[in-house]
């Protein structure tokens, strides 16, 4: 993280033009061996936000560590600007695990994002690990809807320019959207996902984190 957080729109945006240019679009050279799913949870009618890090085997998809932490947001809600409202706290997570992820999987977007800088460019950028974002419904782009089956998949388009999938990954199922984030490829990263959700929607990284932060929330309020 930088050392002086932006706390204007014009210093976030500054900071996005500045780390933009070091995202690297090529696939890691090593197939991960473990990944991380992220996720960011609020409480209803609290300022406070809990966020969790899980790390999966990633070859049998079971859980080998996990971190959580509850802080505040540290931005204003701004479109465009989301992810500064929770890195601080997704990087306090990823400081207290004992286990560093070859891979992270954001419950967000990477490159389909309005200024080609999403949450998992941002996180991939600052932590230099290879990153994609999985985002539940479209952002921005021009896209086609995929055949039904698990695998169909069709390009995201920015400016003519291709910056995600949209990806089926069960047969008749909604698809998601993916994008990378940083040290990963367009293709690189839809094959990841698909690889990470063999039985549902979504990957389970992205469940896992879920389920954590869901439980976290759950230990606040009891």
Do not use: N
């Amino acid at each position: 993280m930088t050392a002086a957080w932006p706390t204007t729109v014009a210093e976030a945006e500054a900071e996005q033009d500045r780390l933009r240019g070091l995202v690297d679009l090529t696939d890691a050279p090593v197939s991960p061996r473990t990944v991380a799913g992220l996720d960011v949870a609020y409480a209803d009618g609290d300022e406070r936000l809990v966020a969790a890090v899980v790390v999966l085997d990633a070859a049998t998809l079971e859980p080998v560590d996990e971190a959580v932490t509850i802080g505040r947001p540290a931005f204003p809600y701004v479109p465009g600007l989301f992810a500064f409202r929770e890195i601080p706290a997704l990087l306090a997570a990823l400081d207290r695990l004992s286990t560093r992820p070859d891979l992270l999987v954001c419950d967000g977007h990477g490159l389909a994002h309005p200024r080609r800088f999403g949450l998992a460019c941002h996180l991939g950028v600052l932590t230099g690990l290879p990153a994609l974002g999985v985002g539940k419904t479209h952002l921005t782009g021009e896209w086609a809807m995929p055949g039904e089956r698990r695998g169909d998949a069709s390009p995201i388009s920015l400016d003519g320019v291709t910056v995600g999938t949209v990806l089926r990954t069960q047969d008749r199922v909604r698809p998601v959207f993916v994008s990378p984030g940083h040290r990963i490829s367009v293709a690189g990263a839809a094959a990841q996902v698909l690889a990470l959700a063999p039985r549902f929607r979504l990957p389970e990284t992205t469940r896992a984190a879920d389920h954590a932060c869901r439980a976290a929330l759950a230990g606040r309020t009891r």
